[in-house]
Antibody, heavy 120, light 109 residues
Framework: EVQLVESGGGLVKPGGSLRLSCPASGFTFTNVWMSWVRQAPGKGLEWVGRIETKFDGEIKKYAAPVKGRFTISRDDSKNTLYLEMHSLKTEDTAVYFCATDFARAYLGSWGQGTLVTVSS | EIVLTQSPGTLSLSPGERATLSCRASQSVTSNYLAWYQQKPGQAPRLLIYGASTRATGIPDRFSGSGSGTDFSLTISRLEPEDFAVYYC??????????FGQGTNLEIK
């Protein structure tokens, strides 16, 4: 069974930084592209970014609102996905989900999410 | 950039009834890269349908997807109590990546 467990969320001041982690199990992490998706309170889903596998060049893509501030990385030795967030803004407040890629176009399995609150 | 518009915003139905949710794209969708997700309160989204009409593993056959081009729909043939949730459509494009609709809230009447 696929398990994704996000952690690292919390309260941070505007301009601050935070790192989220998503350890994975139940599948061969090394072979799977991974994404982060966020959901502001009471709002819809917004894709944040994706990292491909090392075999595919570990290419990273980001949504425009986070490009240059957020960095996705992976540690295949630890089966863990990361999201490093800097220069946080109040509009970054959301639940952040990690998700597995499916068929290179969809999001197959999701974690339960971790809440990031950016507020002074 | 493709914009996905879902309708209605809220759909009120009773268990046993048929539900039809719509997702309209601002431009024709590439290779039918269109998916549907279900999200219950406090839970993560779950992939239901991909490729516009293929059910994901373990999804009951009362869920079906259809459509092409710019108009897509998700149909739930006979609503079960556990089907009341928010549903999102999603498109993938290699330039704009993953785009979601704003969601349809399917609520119990």
């Amino acid at each position: 069974e696929v398990q994704l467990v996000e952690s690292g969320g919390g309260l941070v001041k505007p301009g601050g930084s935070l790192r989220l982690s998503c350890p994975a199990s139940g599948f061969t992490f090394t072979n799977v592209w991974m994404s982060w998706v966020r959901q502001a309170p009471g709002k819809g889903l917004e894709w944040v970014g994706r990292i491909e596998t090392k075999f595919d060049g570990e290419i990273k893509k980001y949504a425009a609102p986070v490009k240059g501030r957020f960095t996705i990385s992976r540690d295949d030795s630890k089966n863990t996905l990361y999201l490093e967030m800097h220069s946080l803004k109040t509009e970054d407040t959301a639940v952040y989900f990690c998700a597995t890629d499916f068929a290179r176009a969809y999001l197959g399995s999701w974690g339960q999410g971790t809440l990031v609150t950016v507020s002074s | 950039e493709i914009v996905l518009t879902q309708s209605p915003g809220t759909l009120s139905l009773s268990p046993g009834e048929r539900a039809t949710l719509s997702c309209r794209a601002s431009q024709s969708v590439t290779s039918n890269y269109l998916a549907w997700y279900q999200q219950k309160p406090g839970q993560a989204p779950r992939l239901l349908i991909y490729g516009a009409s293929t059910r994901a593993t373990g999804i009951p056959d009362r869920f079906s997807g259809s459509g092409s081009g710019t108009d897509f729909s998700l149909t739930i043939s006979r609503l079960e109590p556990e089907d009341f949730a928010v549903y999102y459509c999603q498109h993938y494009d290699s330039s704009t990546m993953y785009t979601f609709g704003q969601g349809t809230n399917l609520e119990i009447k």
